[in-house]
């Protein structure tokens, strides 16, 4: 299965990392396309793999949806901005880093009662 991490600054599915350029909007029409087209090609490549992920698909044409419905590249819980480089790093984020980490602790917490 193909995995989404890949480090800084290095191509992820064929795409090329993002160049924002100064002033940019954030999640604007260019940054929005990037995204698509780097979802597009790793769809692609896990559809054509020997056994597809179907959660993994699902995911990621979740993640196109929200690109078309304009909520993509913000935390599904406190709304702020996950920025570039995560989204670049991990394009199925739904949550900041801050929230992430509440969710895994309740979780635990939680797991243990």
Same mark, same amino acid.
Do not use: N
């Given at each position: 299965?193909?995995?989404?991490?890949? #480090?800084?600054?290095?191509?992820?599915?064929?795409?090329?990392?993002?160049?924002? $350029? +100064? #002033?940019?909007?954030? *999640?604007?029409?260019? *940054?929005?396309?990037?995204?698509?087209?780097?979802?597009?090609?790793?769809?692609?490549?896990?559809?054509?793999?020997?056994?597809?992920?179907?959660?993994?698909?699902?995911?990621?044409?979740?993640? *196109?949806?929200?690109?078309?419905?304009?909520?993509? #590249?913000?935390?599904?819980?406190?709304?702020?901005?996950?920025?570039? +480089?995560?989204?670049?790093?991990?394009?199925?984020?739904?949550?900041?880093?801050?929230?992430?980490?509440?969710?895994?602790?309740?979780?635990? $917490?939680? #797991?243990?009662?």
């Amino acid at each position: 299965m193909t995995t989404e991490k890949t #480090g800084a600054g290095q191509a992820m599915h064929g795409v090329e990392p993002y160049q924002e $350029t +100064r #002033g940019e909007e954030y *999640m604007g029409a260019p *940054m929005a396309k990037h995204f698509t087209t780097l979802l597009g090609a790793w769809k692609q490549e896990v559809m054509s793999s020997a056994a597809p992920d179907a959660k993994l698909i699902e995911k990621i044409d979740k993640s *196109m949806q929200k690109i078309k419905d304009e909520e993509y #590249g913000w935390c599904d819980s406190c709304g702020l901005e996950l920025g570039l +480089r995560q989204l670049e790093e991990h394009p199925l984020s739904e949550l900041c880093f801050d929230c992430k980490e509440i969710a895994e602790k309740k979780e635990k $917490t939680v #797991g243990k009662g």
